[in-house]
T-cell receptor, first 114, second 112 residues
Framework: KQEVTQIPAALSVPEGENLVLNCSFT??????LQWFRQDPGKGLTSLLL?????REQTSGRLNASLDKSSGRSTLYIAASQPGDSATYLC?????????????FGKGTHLIIQP | DAGVTQSPTHLIKTRGQHVTLRCSPI?????VSWYQQVLGQGPQFIFQ???????GRGNFPDRFSARQFPNYSSELNVNALLLGDSALYLC???????????FGDGTRLSIL
């Protein structure tokens, strides 16, 4: 069974710190990996998409890396701000063509203390 | 540009009833997917449609069905509702395969 695991489940850090969120997946033959954030009671906001042929993607203060051989991805957030507080979800598309959709982890609940 | 829109935002039903949820994708997006998210969990894949054809189905019972219309909007139907169907139902659209998926704010379904 293809699974996605996110560690830690929750994280609280002071404002200004750099931090890393971890995601692991069971099958190295992935199609792509996407990071999302979800605010309470809201839908998901797409942050970064990494294709299987790529090693990393960057957007502003966010950098996501992908290591298929070890089945891991990390989301690096630089100079964290209170507005970064949210649940961060990692999602893997294990097969192309939409057959299996995205497989999500349970998320990391992040709190940035002012 | 408008994002993915879903209706209704909230819905309360009783066991055994039927429900229809609606989704309008971002303009130009031909792929629509449906997900179910229960509290404290990540979303679970239900269906994906592309160009009005079903391209993928998750591990959900036959009580769940969906369709995509010529304008690429989509409906999710759930029959014989159970208490366990209470969840946030999310719709996502993308231009095509291997593209970022963009989600709506969801429909919160409560079963009494």
């Amino acid at each position: 069974k293809q699974e996605v695991t996110q560690i830690p489940a929750a994280l609280s850090v002071p404002e200004g710190e750099n931090l890393v969120l971890n995601c692991s997946f069971t099958d190295s033959a992935i199609y792509n990996l996407q990071w999302f954030r979800q605010d309470p009671g809201k839908g998901l906001t797409s942050l970064l998409l990494i294709q299987s042929s790529q090693r990393e993607q960057t957007s502003g203060r966010l950098n996501a890396s992908l290591d298929k051989s070890s089945g891991r991805s990390t989301l690096y957030i630089a100079a964290s701000q209170p507005g970064d507080s949210a649940t961060y979800l990692c999602a893997v598309e294990f097969s192309g063509g939409g057959a299996d959709g995205l497989t999500f982890g349970k998320g990391t609940h992040l709190i940035i203390q002012p | 540009d408008a994002g993915v829109t879903q209706s209704p935002t909230h819905l309360i039903k009783t066991r055994g009833q039927h429900v229809t949820l609606r989704c309008s994708p971002i303009s130009g997006h031909k792929s629509v997917s449906w997900y179910q998210q229960v509290l404290g969990q990540g979303p679970q894949f239900i269906f994906q449609y592309y160009e009005k054809e079903e391209r993928g189905r998750g591990n959900f019972p036959d009580r769940f069905s969906a369709r995509q219309f010529p304008n690429y909007s989509s409906e999710l139907n759930v029959n014989a509702l159970l208490l366990g169907d209470s969840a946030l139902y999310l719709c996502a659209s993308s231009p095509g395969f291997n593209q970022p998926q963009h989600f709506g704010d969801g429909t919160r379904l409560s079963i009494l």
